[in-house]
Structures are given as C-alpha cells and as structure tokens.
C-alpha cells in the first residue's frame, strides 16, 4: 500500500535503503507461504514513513536492536534451501542512512514470526 510521502534525502542513499530492506524481507522470509508487506504514508505530523513487514522465523526480540551492529545476523534468518549470501551489513547500513536524514529505524519481531522495520523521516521543509 503506497501512498505519498516525499522526504529530502539523497536519491541514491535513500535507493539503497529500499533495497536493503526489501531485500532482507525477502531473503529472510519463510520458506512457503510468506509475505512481504510494503507501505509508504505520511503522518499528521508531515513525517513520512516506510514500513516493510515479512513472515519468517519467530525471533527473540531481544536479539533484534542486535541486527543493525555490523556482520551481526539473526540465527536462522536465511531461507531454507537458499545459500546465505548475506553479508550482515544490510540493516547496518540501512541504519546509518537514517541517520545520516535525521531518521529513526524502528525493528520489531513480528509475534508470529518475521520483522517489521519502520523508517521514519522528519517532515519536508
């Protein structure tokens, strides 16, 4: 569900952020019968946010503040029968992109497992 919700960032970091989000909801979503959610809104408050939501294992929502530490990676979040190619950088990188646009990164383990991961950039001038 995308609706509009403009931010001021640098095109090319903002890409990489997408990427990297959409690519970890895919690569660690369950093997058969999953999903991967996707929605763009602007708050009341002119913030605009990005919500990426996936199936996959349950996780320990102890462990996920962890996932954004460099070469960090959740126990059991690759695929099964997919190869982990994964390098552990993404949500590291992810993070630093929210940062660099004044933007929060909220992760949350989904109760019936997979993660939901909201970026939220302040309102646009």
């Given at each position: 569900?995308?609706?509009?919700?403009?931010?001021?960032?640098?095109?090319?970091?903002?890409e990489r952020l997408v990427a990297n989000?959409?690519?970890?909801?895919?690569?660690?979503?369950?093997?058969?019968?999953?999903?991967?959610?996707v929605?763009?809104?602007?708050?009341?408050?002119?913030a605009a946010r990005l919500t990426i939501e996936?199936?996959?294992?349950?996780?320990?929502?102890?462990?996920?503040?962890?996932l954004v530490e460099p070469f960090v990676r959740g126990?059991?979040?690759?695929?099964?029968?997919?190869a982990d190619t994964g390098s552990g950088l993404?949500?590291?990188?992810v993070a630093s992109v929210a940062r660099r646009h004044g933007a929060e990164l909220d992760l949350r383990a989904?109760?019936?497992g997979g993660l939901v991961a909201t970026v939220t950039f302040p309102a646009s001038a």
């Open positions: 569900d995308l609706r509009p919700a403009p931010v001021l960032a640098d095109p090319e970091l903002l989000l959409v690519g970890n909801a895919v690569r660690h979503n369950a093997a058969s019968d999953g999903f991967v959610s929605t763009t809104r602007r708050g009341p408050d002119g996936n199936s996959g294992d349950v996780l320990d929502p102890a462990m996920v503040p962890t126990r059991g979040r690759v695929r099964s029968g997919g993404g949500l590291a990188i989904r109760p019936d």
